[in-house]
Structures are given as C-alpha cells and as structure tokens.
C-alpha cells in the first residue's frame, strides 16, 4: 500500500489514528491494548477497541524470544499478521530500529500495513541511551521519508535509565521539534505527567499504565493522551491460561 493511497500523501487508517489521538471526549486518552498475535488483535478488536499497538516484548515472548532478542525479519512478519487480521489502525514497536536507515525502515513498516511505530532511544546492542539531538537527527530522518504516511512515537527512555522528569521533557521536547507524532517517556510514573506538561511536553503523550495506576479518566486528566500496556495485557493472559492449567490437572 502506497503513501499515496489516501488524500494529502497519507495512508487508510494513519488519519484516524491521528484523529482518535486528537478528538477525545471528556479529555479521556486513547487506549491502545497491545496485541501479541493474530489471535489476541482480533480479541481486541472484537471487544471495540477502535485502534492497536503492537508491544515488541509481548511478540518477542509469543515467538519465544528474550526482550529486545527478536530478529527483525519475524517482528515485522509478526507485525504484517496482526495487521492482516484486524481492520483497525494498527501502530508497530519496533525498538530502536534495528540499526535500518530510515528510508529502509519506513519501507518495511509500510510492507507490513501498520500505519504508526514506536522508536526507542535506547540502542538495542549496547543499551546505551542516545543523545537527545542524535534521536532527534534519527526521527527527522524517520519524518522525511515517511511523510504523513506513519504516525510516529517516539519513546523516551529517560526513566529506564533513572532519569528525571525535567530530562524526559527536554527529550521530548526535541523529539516533538522533528516531527513526532507522540512522545512516550516509558515508566514515568503517573505523578510525573503534569511535572512533564509543565516542562514543555506538548502534544499528544503516551502512558504506560501498570496494575495500582490510576483510572484512564484521571490519567487524562493529569495529561496523558494516550494509555499502553507494553507486555503487561500478555502477562495477565498467560496467569489465565496457567490458572485454566490447574484446573484441568486437577480435574
């Protein structure tokens, strides 16, 4: 599917996931389940979700791999499988990249038919965090050739690397400035969210919500624009299959 399958350069599905981020009633943010298979996306589109986020851990532990271990040709052939089996926008994580050029990596996103990806700014062999201009320069690169094709994320490592509120807002900040769609400053907690509007963080801001978080409602209000789980939907999945596990030998 071309770039130019839709008015104004951009694809079937990429303008509304963009409007879901943008057109929230009652300030409510955007909750996107993170499907691991083909399976578990059509679960999640059957329940009503309007849109879906891949989570690289959760593939990775669906086709049995560490996290951040995936070869890159099973996660975008994974990716390709869920988007072929829901109608929904589907967005893709794809770690830092994979070491790809943006020309090359937006292309393959396009092959797979998701409309958005995640880009981390941890690099996936040394673990290093990047400096915040470098991402930027990579996001920039990312923007050019996707166009208005891909809605871009751009997770924001700062917290896994015990950062501070004020470090992620100045990443973001820089991220946003070269053309991300959404920022997404990983495991900060839900406190963090108006210190981090404060600090200049603009635009749509992705959460990642775990067990004792507050409500979807008051998440929004505190200044999320959007809720993921990353992995945290398969967990809950898999206690439910091993608990399914013990009633059958128990039977």
């Not at 389940?33 to 009503?48: C, L, N, Q, T, V």
């Not at 038919?113 to 990579?138: C, F, I, K, S, Y």
Request: charged share 25%; net charge negative; aromatic share 4%.
């Amino acid at each position: 599917m071309s770039a130019e399958s839709a008015p104004g350069g951009g694809r079937p599905g990429v303008e509304e996931l963009r409007r879901l981020h943008l057109a929230r009633p009652d300030g409510r943010p955007l909750v996107l389940p993170g499907p691991w298979d083909a399976a578990s996306a059509r679960a999640f589109e059957k329940a009503g979700f309007p849109a879906l986020a891949t989570p690289s851990a959760g593939i990775a532990a669906a086709l049995g791999h560490e996290d951040g271990q995936t070869p890159p040709e099973e996660m975008f052939a994974a990716v390709a499988r869920i988007v072929r089996s829901v109608s929904v926008p589907v967005t893709a994580d794809l770690e830092d990249g994979y070491g790809l050029p943006a020309g090359e990596l937006v292309a393959r996103v396009l092959e797979t038919g998701a409309v958005g990806l995640n880009l981390e700014d941890t690099e996936r062999g040394t673990r290093r965090l990047r400096d915040p201009r470098e991402q930027a320069e990579r996001l920039a690169a990312v923007r050019e050739a996707a166009g208005p094709a891909l809605f871009v994320n751009a997770r924001v490592d700062t917290y896994l690397h015990k950062g501070t509120a004020e470090e992620a807002a100045e990443r973001a900040r820089h991220y946003t400035a070269a053309g991300a769609d959404c920022v997404y400053p990983i495991l900060a907690p839900a406190e963090d969210l108006p210190r981090l509007r404060a600090a200049g963080v603009e635009g749509p801001l992705n959460f990642l919500a775990r067990p004792g978080d507050p409500s979807f409602a008051e998440l929004g209000r505190l200044g999320a624009t959007r809720v993921t789980f990353g992995p945290g939907l398969l967990g809950r999945t898999l206690k439910g299959v091993e608990e399914l596990g013990r009633e059958l030998l128990a039977s």
